[in-house]
């Protein structure tokens, strides 16, 4: 036997499938946005407002790949974007090949800006690269302004923090200028829409930062 | 909580070197894996014996693990400390501005592996 020095990372077979996926995706003018939150954060809600405003300009997919999303696929259909659900067995992420493989099924041809739902945890799926162009993370109002402090290799991967259920905010201690320097703190870079899907607050801003994404994705 | 994903992309990257480099059978293969890497060893012990079985190329592997420990670097007093025992906040000056230099990573170190050259 001889030793054969490696030093790669454990996670770089999975690396260079996602750097090979967002190029093809690119190229074929697909712009995938890696959605991450706990469960129970609204994504589908904040997801649904989001289709039936921009439904009539751009053709929207999503791959559902939580575990208890079955529901959810078909309230997606019901708003006119195409829909599939990844079976994920009780994986805790989504990675670059199962991505693909959910892509694959579901046909990418007319479709402009792709949705992946990823699992529903602040910890795993941050650890992993889907391939995807952006990589946007929702955290609500009831689950805390602390949250930052708790997961932060989450607010550290994400281009974007979307925070929702706006409107409940009379209802809880959660000090959006303490969040938003804690999330500033671990990523100076990062974009925060606080959005409320239910009265519409803050839509148009996330919206227009999605359109202007796509357009350079496209170029 | 996803060491079994991890055993999987390990192999696949073995899988990759195999064929590039002719090897027929790996008897080992070490692991550097950070002290707060949040990856548990014993789980993972647990995981690639569970794995290597049903994967010809792994299944006299050893896993040899080698932990690197964590340390935390303070921008304001340009000090380092042990991240596990002191955390966020600097021992030395009390600053919040601190990052993590290493323990983060899990990287496959080397492995020891018999080649159809070797053989031959």
Redesign the interface.
Known sequence: ??????????????DKDAEVLRKELKEKGVFLINLMSSAGSGKTTFLSKTILDLKEDYRIAVLEADIDASVDAEKIESLGAKSIQVHTDG???M?AGMTRRGLEEMGLEEVDIAFLENIGNL??PA?YDTGASKNVMILSVPEGDDKPLKYPLMFQTSDVLVITKMDTLPYFSFDLEKCTERVQ?LNPKINIFPVSAKSGEGMKEWEEWLIEETRKWKE | ??EL??VT??A??LD??AEE?H?S?I?SVT?EVGEVS?IMTDYFEDCWNYFKVKHPLLKEAKLKIEIIPAITFCEDCKKEYETVKYGKICPHCGS?HTYLKIGN???????????EE?QG
């Open positions: 036997m001889k030793v054969i020095e490696l030093h790669k990372s454990v996670t770089e077979s999975n994986m805790c992420h990675d910890i795993c650890e703190f | 909580m996803h994903s991890i992309h390990v696949k990257t990759e070197l480099n090897i059978k008897g692991l949040g919040e990573e899990c990287t496959i170190k080397e492995i020891e592996a018999e080649t070797s």
